[in-house]
């Protein structure tokens, strides 16, 4: 879809009485128009949350999330680097982790969500542990088979 057609169904669904927006998906920062909406949609009077992996955050992307009324989450795994790359396929958790921590200096609102029940021994436990030692509020889910 292009720009103006979610600028259209972000004003369609504020004057509908929706009341917050959440960007997610692939991985919101990556689109190049993330800023743009997210302004356009808190000009619409809507709270937005930004749901993204916090791998790619570039500074003009902190300058939106640091405006009022935005909000980010996440999905954290483990506090074991070797564990998290087996999860994810890639070598990110120290670059999520610095913008988790990242957020709590800027004092940007963030949740996250841990997911356990990926690989034996997953210290899902340790990765909630890790996050409220930073005050980050935290929910908790399992992986289910499917099928």
């Given at each position: 879809m292009t720009t103006p057609?979610?600028?259209?169904v972000i004003t369609s669904a504020a004057a509908g009485g929706v009341q917050m927006v959440q960007f997610i998906g692939g991985e919101p920062t990556l689109h190049?128009?993330?800023?743009?909406?997210?302004?356009?949609?808190?000009?619409?009077?809507?709270?937005?949350?930004?749901?993204s992996n916090l791998v790619k955050v570039t500074p003009a992307l902190w300058d939106i999330f640091t405006l009022p009324g935005v909000c980010l989450a996440t999905s954290w795994y483990t506090d074991?680097?070797?564990?998290?790359?087996?999860?994810?396929?890639?070598?990110?958790?120290?670059?999520?982790?610095a913008s988790i921590t990242e957020c709590t200096r800027r004092g940007v609102p963030l949740r996250a969500g841990v997911i356990g029940g990926i690989l034996a021994?997953?210290?899902d436990r340790q990765a909630v542990a890790m996050l409220a030692a930073l005050g980050v509020p935290t929910s908790t889910d399992h992986l289910r088979d499917l099928g």
């Open positions: 057609g979610w600028e259209q190049p128009s993330l800023p743009h909406l997210v302004r356009h949609a808190l000009r619409q009077g809507l709270r937005v949350e930004v749901f074991d680097p070797a564990q998290h790359q087996q999860i994810t396929g890639r070598n990110t958790h120290a670059r999520t982790w021994g997953q210290r």
